[in-house]
């Protein structure tokens, strides 16, 4: 389970929008794991470990009452990518915040499909094994909050989400 850790943390961070509560989730979540290991079929490893962060995402949240957190600017420093030069790097550093920033904007169901699809690239049937929910549903979910991204990005004048 150990290879998954930055995915389990990744979504945790985006579940939860506070990195110190996302890795206490996470810590919790790889504990779950260990004790529950035994009923692990072998199947998927990752999808059966996201499923479990999630779920320890959702107890941690409620336990601790805090569904609105303010954004992680972490986030922003990972998802930005290698640049030509300066003036790309700042551009492309924007654009990835206001992405983020809109993600982090979503109601849950709809930002943590988003999360597992285009930053954990899960394919449909695994996201639909994550969240215990039909495959239909996650395409609908899916569609719905790229819908959603789009009225942001275009309202904020950043067009087209490139790949959402």
Do not use: K
Not at 41 to 60: D, M
Not at 92 to 109: F, I, N
Not at 125 to 135: L, S
């Amino acid at each position: 389970m150990l290879p998954h850790l930055g995915a389990a943390f990744t979504l945790a961070r985006y579940l939860l929008r506070d990195a110190a509560d996302a890795e206490d989730a996470v810590q919790e979540a790889y504990l779950q794991a260990l004790r529950h290991f035994g009923g692990f079929r072998g199947e998927n490893a990752r999808a059966w470990l996201l499923t479990i962060v999630r779920r320890a995402c959702y107890s941690w949240s409620d336990r601790e009452n805090r569904h609105d957190h303010a954004r992680d600017p972490d986030l922003v420093d990972e998802l930005a990518g290698d640049a030509d030069d300066p003036e790309t790097a700042v551009v492309r550093g924007e654009l990835q915040e206001q992405l983020a920033r809109a993600v982090d904007g979503l109601p849950l169901p709809f930002r943590e499909v988003v999360v597992l699809r285009e930053i954990q690239e899960l394919s449909y049937q695994e996201i639909a094994a994550v969240i215990g929910a039909p495959v239909g549903t996650v395409m609908s979910r899916l569609a719905r909050a790229r819908r959603r991204l789009q009225r942001v990005l275009a309202a904020q004048g950043m067009g087209g989400t490139h790949g959402l």
